[in-house]
């Protein structure tokens, strides 16, 4: 597996070995003890999730004030632009984002530890999301702080893919400035 560190220093971005040849291909989309070998961490994950949206479909950007959920994302198909921003008060990262293209084609992953904020669009058609998280889905802590925060200021890759405004849920659209965010 390989690591590249991103500007959000304990983000990463994995590229997970993939075996291929005429038939297809074979690739171990988790392996606990390689994980920590490559990361240096131990990761206990709880959960695991799988989300299908369709082209334009922005989530995000969540996350959760008690139970912060660490997670590790990919995209089994489709194109999505994911993105993590950095909310814990005390990081020298705090306010930054870092976005990574994942794809079906690819086959990165991303890591964000707890405490970030997350969120993704889909460029593709379609997109199957799915990502292993470190604790519980706990709807009354979760928040949401706007996709369109000019003070985080995310290069959404929108127009380069035709998409002139993203489709937002209710939850989405009421997202906050994160200078008005509940933080922990």
């Given at each position: 597996?390989?690591?590249?560190?991103?500007?959000?220093?304990?983000?990463?971005?994995?590229?997970?070995?993939?075996?291929?040849?005429?038939?297809?291909?074979?690739?171990?989309?988790?392996?606990?003890?390689?994980?920590?070998?490559?990361?240096?961490?131990?990761?206990?994950?709880?959960?695991?999730?799988?989300?299908?949206?369709?082209?334009?479909?922005?989530?995000?950007?969540h996350?959760?004030?008690?139970?912060?959920?660490?997670k590790?994302?990919?995209?089994?198909?489709?194109?999505?632009?994911?993105?993590?921003?950095?909310?814990?008060?005390?990081?020298?990262?705090?306010?930054?984002?870092?976005?990574?293209?994942?794809?079906?084609?690819?086959?990165?992953?991303?890591?964000?530890?707890?405490?970030?904020?997350?969120?993704f669009?889909?460029?593709?058609?379609?997109?199957?999301?799915?990502?292993?998280?470190t604790?519980?889905?706990?709807?009354?802590?979760?928040?949401?702080?706007?996709?369109?925060?000019?003070?985080?200021?995310?290069?959404?890759?929108?127009?380069?893919?035709?998409?002139?405004?993203?489709?937002?849920?209710?939850?989405?659209?009421?997202?906050?400035?994160?200078?008005?965010?509940?933080?922990?």
């Open positions: 597996m390989e690591i590249t560190q991103t500007v959000i220093p304990d983000v990463l971005i994995l590229q997970p070995q993939v075996h291929g040849d005429t038939r297809g291909f074979f690739m171990e989309s988790y392996n606990r003890r390689v994980f920590a070998e490559a990361t240096g961490l131990d990761v206990d994950f709880v959960q695991d999730n799988h989300s299908r949206s369709r082209k334009g479909v922005l989530r995000g950007l996350y959760q004030l008690r139970q912060p959920q660490g590790l994302v990919r995209v089994a198909s489709g194109v999505v632009f994911d993105v993590a921003v950095d909310i814990r008060r005390d990081s020298p990262a705090f306010g930054r984002w870092v976005g990574v293209l994942l794809s079906a084609d690819n086959q990165r992953q991303f890591w964000l530890p707890p405490g970030l904020a997350h969120g669009v889909v460029l593709s058609d379609s997109a199957d999301f799915l990502y292993k998280t604790d519980y889905y706990a709807p009354r802590f979760e928040r949401c702080i706007a996709w369109n925060d000019p003070a985080i200021g995310i290069d959404w890759p929108l127009a380069a893919h035709g998409i002139d405004a993203p489709l937002l849920s209710d939850k989405d659209r009421a997202g906050v400035p994160l200078a008005d965010a509940e933080l922990a």
